[in-house]
């Protein structure tokens, strides 16, 4: 008999989210799928065309029914919108369960920020005794501090106490790294066999080169570092700009960092680039689709990766290096933790400590003076790592087997 999953998650198609590709993995897998979720509006906070705060409620995805509940969009990004945003779409979508045709074998969870996204999902899981496995992307409260500096204690405590609550309340969870594991079987109570670990995938896509000779053109002549995906505080994009000028005064003459996505820095990056005179050394494109990504590592010397230094970060993997892995380049990591571990331990980049500025000035410079044949190694030593730990046929399989008990 076809298993039925409800799939709980605040962002979906056509954000721009990994769930999308999961959602279509689960169906190709012969999983009935249906996806609770909310209206599209990351990450700039206005209605993707088609769509309003009236909807439409219902659509399909790729074989998968979609149930649309209200948000409040942010609108700006200001602290204000992000934190209505948060509130709001839990709020909406546990009223809007009842619309939900039910029958599920089990709920699942693709929680990025903010936790609260899990809320409906524990509590129709609660209801009609369905299993419920909560995939933690974002750990909160740590998460939260790293995009909105929240300093009241009182405050802060309230963060803790219900996301402490949230987790415990999840039948299963799933972590991208032993080192979340470890925490979240801390915090929980519960055991590693209720807590995976399962590294985030990159879809097949991403390993597929994509050559623009509009890009080429645009581009030549530089060494272009690139960075795709989305711009907040935890990625301390602000450091890389200083980090990249102190590389080019030192030597990297064409050194180039093509920053392509969007989020709430881009306004502030934009203005310390125009602040700098840096406008040569720094490229904003803007966002572009999953797919087209391919046509800009492609293009790359090196692949971008940086966070902020705070512990907890260090905890998770971002998906974003799998797919920079996927592209048999050169990674260029600024990082704490198990993502620090990975690039080491892949050969494939050169890693230095979070918002350690001078180390990654002196990667750069580093790879810049490396011949095309060294840094190609590194970048088939990244390809070789991706394919032992980040392929989507064999990780997408372990996230429907735990999800569904099987193991």
């Keep these: 008999m076809q298993k039925r999953i409800l799939v709980v998650t605040q962002h979906f198609w056509p954000e721009n989210f990994r769930i999308n590709d999961i959602v279509e993995g689960f169906v190709q897998d012969g999983l009935s799928v249906d996806v609770l979720c909310g209206l599209p509006n990351y990450p700039k906070g206005e209605w993707f065309d088609g769509y309003s705060a009236d909807g439409p409620f219902e659509e399909t995805y790729k074989g998968a029914r979609v149930f649309r509940a209200r948000e409040i969009p942010r609108k700006g990004n200001t602290g204000k919108t992000i934190f209505l945003n948060y509130v709001s779409w839990p709020l909406y979508a546990a009223r809007a369960l009842h619309r939900l045709p039910g029958g599920y074998d089990a709920v699942f969870c693709f929680n990025t920020s903010p936790v609260l996204m899990c809320w409906p999902a524990i509590k129709y899981a609660k209801k009609h005794h369905v299993p419920f496995t909560n995939y933690v992307l974002d750990l909160w409260p740590e998460n939260l501090y790293s995009v909105l500096p929240v300093r009241n204690r009182f405050l802060r405590w309230v963060a803790q106490t219900v996301s402490d609550s949230l987790y415990k309340r999840c039948d299963r969870l799933i972590a991208m790294s032993e080192p979340l594991q470890q ?20 879809e097949d896509f991403y390993a597929v080169p994509q050559q623009d000779s509009a890009l080429a053109e645009r581009f030549a002549g530089r060494f272009t570092v690139v960075f795709t995906g989305t711009f907040t505080p935890a990625q301390s994009l602000d450091m890389v700009i200083q980090a ?27 203005k310390q680039v125009a602040e700098l005179l840096a406008e040569d050394a720094v490229t904003f494109y803007g966002s572009v689709p999953a797919t087209e990504v391919p046509k800009f590592t492609s293009l790359a010397d090196a692949l971008l990766i940086s966070l902020s230094d705070s512990p907890d970060l260090g905890l998770t993997v971002p998906g974003k290096l799998a797919s920079y892995m996927a592209a048999a380049k050169p990674v260029l990591a600024s990082m704490n933790g198990a993502g620090y571990a990975a690039v080491q331990e892949s050969g494939g980049g050169l890693v230095s400590p979070a918002c350690d500025r001078k180390a990654l000035a002196d990667n750069m410079l580093a790879l810049y003076r490396m011949t095309d044949t060294e840094r190609a190694a590194l970048g088939q030593k990244a390809y070789a790592y991706y394919a032992v730990h980040y392929r989507r046929a064999e990780l997408l399989q372990r996230l429907e087997a735990f999800t569904l008990g099987r193991g």
């Design 183 to 202: 925490r979240l079987c801390t915090r929980t109570g519960k055991s590693t066999a209720e807590v995976a670990v399962i590294p985030q995938y990159c």
């Design 244 to 270: 990249v000028l102190d590389a080019r005064a030192a030597g990297a003459d064409t050194l180039h960092l093509l920053l392509v996505g969007d989020g709430m820095s881009r306004e502030a990056l934009q």
